[in-house]
């Protein structure tokens, strides 16, 4: 069962090399990798293009839904599997992240279509800013998932191709949780597969966390206007200071106070750009 990973880029020539000589050391036989550059500006397609067993693809800048679905339209896997290029992975993750699909799920009397993995590591906990990136989450100082994670999650890191097609692929204009919308599409959700680790990056540096946080903004909220109105009045400035304040002393991290600060300005600015001009890129 031939199976295909896709990649949206974006500005990843830090990040992409590495994300790609992990893929090539999976222990599985037949799959493929497909990147989509969603109008990098950087060297990231030149990095890319030194792969020559990776299909690359580009299209203007219109965000990673749009990447995804382009990639999959040039894929030739019966299971897809999406991953980011700030991620490296353990050389069985692929084989234990697709194992589960199309078994019958224990109890519920059905098939499971797609999985993701609760076995996801913080890549650079040494540096402060990406602690900073996971605790002002409220996530461990080294996991992507708490503890306590349930078994089911409404993003799909791999999915039974029959079913994304069913699904129609990505909402192209959800911003920053069209990876949302397989879940919401399809009425179901990805089961955790065991034993699937992998290793994330988060912002490593001030301008990281203000692009990241500003993308991760760019989402529909709800309540309509109201829900824009109060999630601008969460991350408005004298806010920002305070819980920023709290936070560095409750985890003994001064820089705590600037990371929020930057976070919460990046945060504003693409909700508005989000808001008033339906922006749902980088």
């Known amino acids: 069962m031939k199976v295909s990973v896709i990649i949206p880029t974006y500005n990843e020539e830090e990040s992409i090399g590495d994300c790609l000589l992990s893929l090539q050391s999976q222990n599985i036989d037949s799959y493929e990798i497909v990147v989509v550059d969603d109008g990098s500006t950087d060297k990231t397609v030149d990095i890319v293009k030194k792969f020559n067993d990776v299909k690359l693809f580009t299209q203007g800048h219109r965000g990673a839904g749009a990447a995804r679905n382009l990639g999959t339209s040039k894929s030739q896997g019966e299971i897809l599997v999406f991953v980011d290029a700030d991620m490296t992975f353990d050389k069985d993750f692929l084989k234990n992240l697709i194992k589960p699909i199309n078994l019958p799920a224990s109890g519920v009397g059905r098939t499971i279509i797609g999985t993701f993995s609760k076995e996801e590591y913080l890549a650079n906990k040494d540096n402060v800013w990406a602690r900073c990136w996971n605790l002002n989450r409220g996530l461990p100082p080294d996991k992507m ?75 529909k909220y709800r309540l309509g206007l109201l829900g824009y109105l109060v999630a601008l009045a ?49």
């Open 234 to 282: 969460r991350v408005s400035l004298p806010i920002s200071l305070v819980i920023g304040a709290i936070l560095a002393l409750r985890h003994q991290i001064l820089e705590f106070i600037i990371f929020k600060v930057v976070s919460d300005f990046g945060q504003f600015i693409g909700i508005l750009e989000y808001l008033l001009g339906g922006k749902v890129s980088k």
């Open 145 to 219: 998932h708490p503890q306590n994670y349930p078994d089911y999650d409404r993003v799909f890191r791999a999915i039974s191709k029959e079913y994304f097609d069913r699904a129609g692929g990505f909402d192209e204009s959800a911003g920053y949780t069209d990876d949302y919308s397989l879940s919401q599409k399809l009425g179901t959700m990805a089961v955790a597969a065991p034993n699937a680790i992998f290793y994330h990056k988060n912002p490593g540096t001030l301008k990281e966390v203000f692009i990241q946080s500003k993308w991760m903004a760019k989402r």
